[in-house]
C-alpha cells in the first residue's frame, strides 16, 4: 500500500470516529431541582372531586418523572400573598447506587434492583407528603390574594443551584394582586391574546431582574373540560405563556 492509501485510510478512520462520538448522545448526572406551586387562594377549590384526581395524578407523574437520583431535589411552595416565604415542603433524594464499575452482572444486577426499590419507596414518600401539602387546608387572610409574580425569585434561586430546574403550577394562574404596578385579573384580566402579549412584554421588562435561567415550566389548570371561556380565560394562560418566554423560560406547557 502506497503512501497516499494509508494516509487516506488513516483519515477515514480518524473522521469515522469523530463523527461517532459527535453522534452519541451526552451523558448527563446533573441532579434536578423540583418546585411545585400549589395555589392556597379562594379561587382554586382542592376539595372538589374533579381537581382533587387532577392535582393528585399530577403530582404522581412529577415525582415519577423527576426523581431519579441521590441529590435530586423538591420543593413545594403554596401560592397566596405571600408566595415567596410559603416553603412547604423541602426533600433531597437519598437514595444512591452503589459503585458497580468493577461488579460481576451477577453483582451489578442485585445492587441495580436494591437502588431501585429504595428509590421506589422514597418516591412513595414523597409523594404522600406532597398530598398531605395539596390538602392542606388556608383558612387565613393570606388566601385573599394570588402573588404568582412572587414565585420568581425562588425559580432564580433555584436556577442558581446549577440543577436541571423544572417548575410545575397546580393553579388557575389568575394573579390577583392590589396596588400600583400589580396586575389583579379578578378585577381586569387581559381581553383578548394581543392584549396578554402587550402585558405580558410590559411587566417582563420589570421582572428580568429575577434571572430564573431556562426552566421547563409547566402550569397545571383546575378546569374541567367544558369550562366556559369566563372560568378558563384563555388569555390569562397566554399572558403567562408570554411572560415565561420573555423572561428565558425553556418549554411552557399548560395541562
Same mark, same amino acid.
Given at each position: 500500500m502506497?503512501?497516499? &492509501?494509508?494516509?487516506?485510510?488513516?483519515?477515514l478512520?480518524?473522521l469515522?470516529a469523530?463523527?461517532?462520538?459527535?453522534?452519541?448522545p451526552a451523558k448527563t448526572?446533573d441532579p434536578?431541582?423540583?418546585l411545585?406551586?400549589i395555589? *392556597?387562594?379562594?379561587?382554586?377549590?382542592?376539595?372538589k372531586?374533579?381537581? @382533587?384526581r *387532577?392535582?393528585q395524578q399530577?403530582? $404522581?407523574? %412529577?415525582? #415519577?418523572?423527576? %426523581?431519579?437520583?441521590?441529590?435530586d *431535589?423538591?420543593e413545594v411552595?403554596?401560592?397566596?400573598?405571600? =408566595?415567596?416565604k +410559603? /416553603?412547604a415542603?423541602n426533600?433531597?433524594? /437519598?437514595?444512591?447506587?452503589?459503585d458497580?464499575? @468493577?461488579?460481576?452482572?451477577?453483582?451489578r444486577? &442485585?445492587? #441495580?434492583?436494591?437502588f431501585?426499590? $429504595?428509590l421506589?419507596?422514597e418516591?412513595?414518600?414523597?409523594?404522600q407528603?406532597?398530598?398531605?401539602?395539596l390538602? @392542606?387546608q388556608?383558612?387565613?387572610?393570606?388566601?385573599?390574594e =394570588?402573588?404568582?409574580?412572587?414565585?420568581?425569585?425562588?425559580i &432564580?434561586?433555584?436556577?442558581?443551584?446549577? &440543577? $436541571?430546574?423544572?417548575?410545575?403550577?397546580?393553579?388557575?394562574m389568575?394573579?390577583?394582586?392590589?396596588?400600583?404596578?400589580?396586575?389583579?385579573?379578578?378585577?381586569?384580566?387581559?381581553k383578548?391574546?394581543?392584549q396578554?402579549?402587550?402585558?405580558?412584554?410590559?411587566?417582563?421588562e420589570?421582572?428580568k /431582574?429575577? %434571572?430564573?435561567?431556562?426552566p421547563?415550566? =409547566?402550569?397545571?389548570?383546575p378546569?374541567?373540560?367544558? @369550562?366556559s371561556v369566563k372560568?378558563?380565560?384563555?388569555?390569562?394562560t397566554?399572558?403567562?405563556? $408570554?411572560?415565561?418566554?420573555?423572561?428565558? +423560560?425553556g418549554?411552557v406547557?399548560?395541562?
Amino acid at each position: 500500500m502506497n503512501r497516499r &492509501a494509508i494516509y487516506s485510510l488513516f483519515l477515514l478512520v480518524f473522521l469515522n470516529a469523530c463523527s461517532s462520538d459527535k453522534d452519541k448522545p451526552a451523558k448527563t448526572n446533573d441532579p434536578t431541582y423540583t418546585l411545585i406551586f400549589i395555589d *392556597k387562594t379562594r379561587s382554586v377549590n382542592v376539595n372538589k372531586d374533579f381537581v @382533587a384526581r *387532577k392535582y393528585q395524578q399530577a403530582i $404522581t407523574d %412529577i415525582v #415519577e418523572q423527576t %426523581i431519579h437520583q441521590k441529590g435530586d *431535589k423538591l420543593e413545594v411552595y403554596f401560592i397566596h400573598e405571600n =408566595t415567596s416565604k +410559603a /416553603r412547604a415542603l423541602n426533600v433531597t433524594i /437519598r437514595s444512591e447506587m452503589d459503585d458497580i464499575s @468493577a461488579a460481576s452482572p451477577t453483582d451489578r444486577e &442485585a445492587a #441495580e434492583t436494591e437502588f431501585n426499590l $429504595t428509590l421506589t419507596r422514597e418516591k412513595a414518600q414523597i409523594r404522600q407528603r406532597v398530598f398531605q401539602q395539596l390538602m @392542606a387546608q388556608n383558612v387565613g387572610s393570606s388566601n385573599q390574594e =394570588t402573588d404568582i409574580w412572587a414565585s420568581l425569585p425562588v425559580i &432564580a434561586k433555584a436556577n442558581e443551584s446549577g &440543577a $436541571t430546574v423544572r417548575v410545575y403550577y397546580l393553579s388557575d394562574m389568575i394573579e390577583s394582586v392590589k396596588g400600583n404596578g400589580r396586575r389583579d385579573f379578578q378585577v381586569k384580566p387581559p381581553k383578548d391574546n394581543t392584549q396578554a402579549d402587550e402585558w405580558a412584554k410590559t411587566d417582563a421588562e420589570s421582572l428580568k /431582574r429575577y %434571572i430564573i435561567g431556562s426552566p421547563d415550566i =409547566t402550569m397545571v389548570l383546575p378546569f374541567e373540560p367544558n @369550562a366556559s371561556v369566563k372560568e378558563n380565560n384563555p388569555a390569562v394562560t397566554q399572558y403567562w405563556q $408570554t411572560l415565561f418566554a420573555e423572561l428565558g +423560560a425553556g418549554a411552557v406547557e399548560e395541562e
